[in-house]
Structure formats: C-alpha cells, structure tokens
C-alpha cells in the first residue's frame, strides 16, 4: 500500500488523482502505525515551507518519515522539507538531502516563481529510468535546493542551476509536480511505484 | 530556460464544451474531458476552462465537472468564469483546478485578488482583463466586454500584481475574434512593466501570429481557441513551427 502523508499541506487532490490514473490504491494518513506499515510513502507539499514543517512536526512526524527505510518520495515543498534547511521562515528540514533551500533572485528572463515546463537534465537513479536528458516537466516554487552530491537531476532557472531532483538511499525528491508533467511525469511515479 | 506555453480555451455551458471542434481521431464533439485528454495528448502546455453558464445550478454542474477534468488529464489546467468570492475559488480548489481567473468580479472588488491570494498563494491566481482602445486609452471592459469601465487596462494589470495575481491572461477585445493576429505592442509594454508571466489572447489567426506575440510581443503565453478547435492549427504542427523559428517550446 502506498500512503501520502496527510498532514494539512495544501492541496494534494492533484497526487490522488494522478496516482487514481496509474491504478494505484493509497491511502491519506497522519498516523505513524500506517505510515511505518505502508510499501512507499509520499511527502506531498504546497505552500509555506514554514508551515508545513511546523504541522508536520505537530503530529510527531519529522522522526518518522527520518526513520523510514522504505521508498520515500518528497514532491516541492514535500522535498523541499527534506533538506536541511529552508530559507523561507527559516526553518531546518528533516535533514535528509544534504543541501539547502534558497529563494531564486528574480531578474528578466528568470521571473519568480519559477513557474511552467522546464527541461531537466542530468538525470540519475530509477526515478528516471525510459526517460531522456531534456525532457519537460511542470515547476511552480519560489525556493530551490541548490546542487549537493545527492542530486538526481538538475534544471535551469536563469542564471541559477538547481536540483530538480535529489536522492538519497532509499529517499527521493522531485521539485518538479510528476502529477502535473504529462507522460514525462507519469513515468517518474511510474517509476517510483516500480511499475 | 521555461519553455512559452500553448494554452487550447474551452468554453464550457451546462457541463459541455459550446465550440465544436475537429480532431482527428475523435469525434465525440462537447466532451470536457476528453477534448482536455486529446489536447494534452497532442501537447497542449496547459488549459483553460471557462464556465460561461448563467445560473446558479450549471454552476454546481461546472464544479462536478471540474472534479472530472482534475481526474482525467495529467497538466495544469485553469477555470475561470463567474467566480466572485473566496469561497467560489476555495470549491474550485478543493475540486482539483490548478488555478482560478478572476476577472469582472475582481474589477468591481479588486481585494478578491488579495483574499484568495494570501489564501492560496499567487500561483493560483490568474487575473483575467478584456479591454478595448478608445480614443488611445486602453479601457478595461466586464462581462465578456459589454460593459466599459473608468480602469485603464496598464495601471490595472500593475494593481492585480501588487494585490498578488501571480499572471495576467490580457484579451483584446478589438483583437478577438478577427484572426488578424494579437495586440503585441500591448503585450510587450505589460512585459515590460510586469514582473508576473504575462498570456496572450485573442486574434490567433495563423502560426505566425503566436509567433510573433511570443517573440516581438514577450508573451509568456499563446491561448487561443477556435483555431484549436477547428482543426486549423495542430499544436504538434504549431509546437514544431516555433521550434524552427527558435522559440524554447515543449516538445
């Protein structure tokens, strides 16, 4: 069973449905039991960093998800988390990507939020197996987790090159949305899923 | 580098699309979802729906549907069209749309902006202006552009961003309709002035007028309908064109 950890991070109808159309069952939880139990955990997010971090802490699950040792998928603000620290409120992450979360400087062919299809590059891990160096996927965040040796996948904003995609033993993050990048997206859960 | 988007806009009345349309390969005219599969199918980077019902209960019909596009397509999609309050955007949200426009209701109440957007942040919110030139002065209109207000269309886009609109979706209404191409001059002084993505509608006749916005014109975006619609123009065809002339499209 995969679990999206429900934890009052904005709207994640958009992670049901697409995992709807790939015929995977999930359940939404908050429970420790349930998500220790589950064959893949995702870590949806949207919003605030800040915020996010503070309800995910507030039911007890920064330890849990740290000490998980199944499949884990961080998506946006849900990878974002994942770090070691966000810019936006200040606020140290779970600690599991070696690498900070910065806000993008805005300037004219780099508006902020990076928002729309972007081309990633780099590409590593099973995450993006089938796919090709180039492919688009669909960003929309104001923050980016710089390159680190746990990136996966990298993707250009401007002047600044970020991780699109971090990895780490049995933890992964994308800061792109695979529920809203069409078939490149698809593959990515797919992918995940191991199907 | 973010690639310019091709948005297909879909009119949608009582729980179908009103435009007919000519795929290839479907023929089910006035379905929501499938047309919205078939375009993301053919490459669409994103779509617009907009309920132009008039009551109350196509209203409830339009939010089931909005469910059913969120189940069924696989990119962002925004919905637009009679949305007036906080709590309209809120049902929208909680029914799977990626993004809202606001657009008469917001001139009339420009803290609307403001509201959803503290609320949900920027990224879900489009601010959607219809303005017509007369005497020089580019007027904002309402109402699908029967009804002229006192706002100019540059200071009221500046506003919508300062309120925390997160894009502007500009129809000229001296442009829409004709083919003859869009208002570029018009979209490149709201790039210029802008720092929010800036979508281009109304006047798509040929390749070369999405061309021409998203280069000479600065657009982020090239919405356009009847030509989609009609089969006129193929987004693989159009996307393969731009590519050619050297404009970062998704492929």
């Given at each position: 069973m995969t679990v999206i950890v429900d934890y009052d991070a904005g709207n994640i109808r958009s992670v049901e449905n697409a995992l709807s159309r790939l015929g995977c069952e999930y359940v939404l939880s908050a429970d420790k039991a349930v998500i220790e139990a589950a064959d893949r955990v995702i870590l949806p997010g949207v919003g605030n960093a800040a915020e996010a971090m503070a309800s995910l802490s507030a039911k007890g699950l920064v330890p849990v998800i740290r000490g998980l040792r199944k499949p884990v998928l961080g998506i946006c603000v849900g990878m974002q988390l994942m770090c070691r620290h966000c810019e936006e409120g200040d606020v140290d992450g779970i600690g599991i990507f070696d690498c900070d979360v910065r806000k993008f400087t805005a300037a004219p062919d780099a508006k902020v939020p990076h928002m729309g299809w972007n081309a990633i590059g780099n590409l590593d891990g099973k995450l993006f197996k089938g796919m090709n160096g180039g492919s688009y996927v669909y960003f929309v965040h104001s923050y980016y987790a710089g390159l680190c040796s746990d990136t996966a996948a990298t993707c250009r904003h401007g002047n600044t090159l970020f991780s699109a995609s971090l990895r780490y033993e049995n933890f992964y993050g994308t800061q792109f949305h695979p529920e809203k990048s069409g078939e490149a997206g698809a593959l990515v859960l797919k992918n995940f899923l191991g199907r | 580098m973010v690639a310019k988007r091709i948005i297909p806009c879909l009119d949608v009345k009582d729980g179908a699309v009103v435009k007919g349309i000519n795929f290839e390969g479907l023929r089910e005219v006035g379905d929501a979802v499938k047309m919205g599969v078939e375009y993301s199918r053919q490459g669409a980077d994103e779509l617009v729906y907009l309920?132009?019902?008039?009551s109350r209960e196509e209203r409830s019909t339009f939010t089931r549907l909005v469910e059913q596009i969120a189940l069924g397509i696989d990119i962002p999609f925004t919905v637009g069209g009679g949305i007036g309050s906080l709590e309209d955007a809120s049902r929208l949200l909680d029914s799977g749309a990626d993004k809202i426009s606001v657009n008469s209701a917001a001139v009339a109440h420009p803290e609307l902006i403001s509201d959803i957007a503290s609320r949900?942040?920027?990224?879900?919110v489009v601010c959607a202006i219809d303005a017509k030139c007369i005497d020089g002065v580019w007027r904002v209109t309402t109402h699908g552009g029967s009804r002229l207000t006192d706002r100019e269309l540059f200071s009221w886009a500046r506003e919508a961003q300062e309120r925390g609109a997160g894009e502007i979706l500009f129809t000229s209404m001296d442009h829409d309709g004709t083919r003859n191409g869009y208002a570029c001059p018009q979209y490149r002084r709201l790039a210029s002035e802008l720092d929010i993505p800036v979508i281009a509608s109304g006047g798509a006749g040929s390749i070369g007028d999405i061309a021409e916005v998203l280069t000479e014109g600065c657009a982020d975006a090239a919405l356009a309908a009847s030509i989609f619609h009609y089969g006129q123009i193929r987004i693989p065809v159009l996307k393969g064109e731009l590519l050619r002339r050297g404009i970062t499209v998704r492929i």
């Open positions: - | 309920d132009i019902s008039a949900y942040g920027s990224q879900f």
